[in-house]
């Protein structure tokens, strides 16, 4: 038996970023929960399990351990983009922006509408300094997910920078 869910079990993904975007209304909470919970599924309970393994050694502050059990993930599940996109988080936390940048593009190519991996990318682009790219980034993610609050204050702060009036 397949543990992958039929087209009816799995849910609309484009009502659900339909809902995400609107302003108006706590809709959105569902819709943001719903999206990460589905993207948390690769379809496969093992596959799963690393990538739970990984987030669980990347907030015991194990990196090394971490980006063990996520290369373990991205090389079994490579069009699986959540491997990709926690993988660059533990990258970025062991200070490996390179790697990082090129998990995030990964996992942005596997999956286009993956406003973390977006909000993560205008973070380590702030922090080496591009602050163009930053921007770009920081808005692609709030025209997918309009109340990241990570991304709100990433835009307000570069925007502010732009215009001198940063202290």
Known sequence: ???????????????????????????????????????????????????????????????EVAIGHLTALTDHAPEFAEGFQTR????????????ALADLAKALQLEPRHFAALTQLGAMLEESGDTERALAAYRASLKIHPHQQEAIDGVERLERLQSGTEI
């Open 1 to 63: 038996m397949s543990s992958t869910l039929s087209a009816q079990e799995r849910p609309d993904m484009d009502a659900l970023f339909q809902q995400l975007a609107k302003p108006e209304g706590e809709g959105w909470r569902i819709a943001e929960s719903d999206i990460l919970r589905e993207w948390s599924k690769s379809g496969s309970a093992s596959m799963d399990l690393l990538l739970q393994r990984g987030q669980a050694a990347l907030d015991e502050g194990e990196i």
């Open 88 to 99: 660059a988080a533990a990258y970025a936390t062991a200070g490996q922006f390179g790697p």
